[in-house]
T-cell receptor, first 114, second 112 residues
Framework: AQSVSQHNHHVILSEAASLELGCNYS??????LFWYVQYPGQHLQLLLK????DPLVKGIKGFEAEFIKSKFSFNLRKPSVQWSDTAEYFC????????????WGAGTKLIIKP | EAQVTQNPRYLITVTGKKLTVTCSQN?????MSWYRQDPGLGLRQIYY???????DKGDVPEGYKVSRKEKRNFPLILESPSPNQTSLYFC???????????FGPGTRLTVL
């Protein structure tokens, strides 16, 4: 069965540190890839997504992610985090071959120390 | 305002008492989905609907039912709730599976 792995369940960083959150998936075909964020007390919202084209995608609030097909990875990055980035981050994958399921990782809780 | 609404937001019930959690969207989205969120497990898809009258099982459909009689509504039905269905439930909608999903505020369900 298809699966999505987020290896870091909890990450604690200081402000201005660089961030990289890992996401790996198990499906070998065409995929649609997403990163969603859940800020404390708020709805889940989309950070960025990849369907095709440039494997480096930019999202909101300075986030970006790189799709590396050979590594089945879609890692999320931000060069300099802020206290307001404290949230839970979820990676999600959809098989692009007329499949309608969305498989989610377990999430990474990010805490930024001021 | 474009939104996904869920009701109720909080529900405490007892084992075996049928319940329905409603979900409605006002964005004319084709795709709707139900998830449960449990600590350490992330979101798991329960059911999804590609369009009206078409639904399919997600990863964890056991103990749940859904219906999609009209585009805007996608209720989640627990015919005989059990304590292992205690969870935080989210409804979401999007134009298609490949588009941004818009999430409701969540329903926190406790089954005693």
């Amino acid at each position: 069965a298809q699966s999505v792995s987020q290896h870091n369940h909890h990450v604690i960083l200081s402000e201005a540190a660089s961030l990289e959150l890992g996401c790996n998936y198990s499906y070998g075909g065409t995929v649609n890839l997403f990163w969603y964020v859940q800020y404390p007390g708020q709805h889940l919202q989309l950070l960025l997504k990849y369907f095709s084209g440039d494997p480096l995608v930019k999202g909101i609030k300075g986030f970006e992610a790189e799709f590396i097909k050979s590594k089945f990875s879609f890692n999320l990055r931000k060069p300099s985090v802020q206290w307001s980035d404290t949230a839970e981050y979820f990676c999600a994958v959809n098989r692009g071959d007329s499949n309608y399921q969305l498989i989610w990782g377990a999430g990474t809780k990010l805490i930024i120390k001021p | 305002e474009a939104q996904v609404t869920q009701n109720p937001r909080y529900l405490i019930t007892v084992t075996g008492k049928k319940l329905t959690v409603t979900c409605s969207q006002n964005m004319n989205h084709e795709y709707m989905s139900w998830y449960r969120q449990d600590p350490g497990l992330g979101l798991r898809q329960i059911y999804y609907s590609m369009n009206v009258e078409v639904t399919d099982k997600g990863d964890v459909p056991e103990g749940y039912k859904v219906s999609r009689k009209e585009k805007r509504n996608f209720p989640l039905i627990l015919e005989s709730p059990s304590p292992n269905q205690t969870s935080l439930y989210f409804c979401a909608s999007s134009l298609s599976i490949a588009d941004t999903q818009y999430f409701g505020p969540g329903t926190r369900l406790t089954v005693l």
